[in-house]
Antibody, heavy 121, light 107 residues
Framework: EVHLVESGGGLVLPGGSLRLACAASGFTFRDHYMDWVRQAPGKGLEWVGRSRNKENSYSTEYAASVKGRFTISRDDSKNSLYLQMNSLKTEDTAVYYC????????????WGQGTLVTVSS | DIQLTQSPSFLSASVGDRVTITCRASQDIINFLAWYQQEVGKAPKLLIYAASTLQSGVPSRFSGSGSGTEFTLTISSLQPEDFATYYCQQLRNYPLTFGGGTKVEIK
């Protein structure tokens, strides 16, 4: 059974940093693109970024709102996806989800439960 | 960036009703569109991909149609467990983007 479990959320000061992790199990992690998606309290979904697979050189894409501040990486040997968040702003406060891009389903076919990041002084 | 406009943003319906939600893209996305359902406090769930392909395990009362810039999600007979918020997402170009959501509530 596919499982995605995010961790690393918490309270951080504006300007601070945080690293989220997403532990994957139940599927061949290295084959899949993986996304980070966030949801601010009471708001809609916002795509944060994507990590492609090894076949596609682990290349990444980012939303403009996080480009240059957030970095997505992965360790296929640990079946894990990461989101390094630097220079955090209050508007980064959200639940952060990791999601697997399906094959052949072109969409997030499995999601984690999310981890809450609160940026506040 | 490709903007997705969902309508309505809110709808009130009864069990058994036929419900249609529209998603309009600011430019041609061919059929690179997915639909999700999100219940309160839960992660989104993929319903439809490639505009009209039903994800495995999703009830057949859900269907998707459209291409280019206009897409629809239809629930043929609304069930109690369908009261949730629905989002479209385009996967044609980066950055990937979501629509603003449609909240379906009980009348």
């Amino acid at each position: 059974e596919v499982h995605l479990v995010e961790s690393g959320g918490g309270l951080v000061l504006p300007g601070g940093s945080l690293r989220l992790a997403c532990a994957a199990s139940g599927f061949t992690f290295r084959d899949h693109y993986m996304d980070w998606v966030r949801q601010a309290p009471g708001k809609g979904l916002e795509w944060v970024g994507r990590s492609r697979n090894k076949e596609n050189s682990y290349s990444t894409e980012y939303a403009a709102s996080v480009k240059g501040r957030f970095t997505i990486s992965r360790d296929d040997s640990k079946n894990s996806l990461y989101l390094q968040m630097n220079s955090l702003k209050t508007e980064d406060t959200a639940v952060y989800y990791c999601a697997r891009r399906g094959i052949p389903a072109n969409g997030g076919d499995y999601w984690g439960q999310g981890t809450l990041v609160t940026v506040s002084s | 960036d490709i903007q997705l406009t969902q309508s309505p943003s809110f709808l009130s319906a009864s069990v058994g009703d036929r419900v249609t939600i529209t998603c309009r893209a600011s430019q041609d996305i061919i059929n690179f569109l997915a639909w999700y359902q999100q219940e309160v406090g839960k992660a989104p769930k993929l319903l439809i991909y490639a505009a009209s392909t039903l994800q495995s395990g999703v009830p057949s009362r859900f269907s998707g149609s459209g291409s280019g810039t206009e897409f629809t999600l239809t629930i043929s007979s609304l069930q109690p467990e369908d009261f949730a918020t629905y989002y479209c997402q385009q996967l044609r170009n980066y950055p990937l983007t979501f629509g603003g959501g449609t909240k379906v509530e009980i009348k």
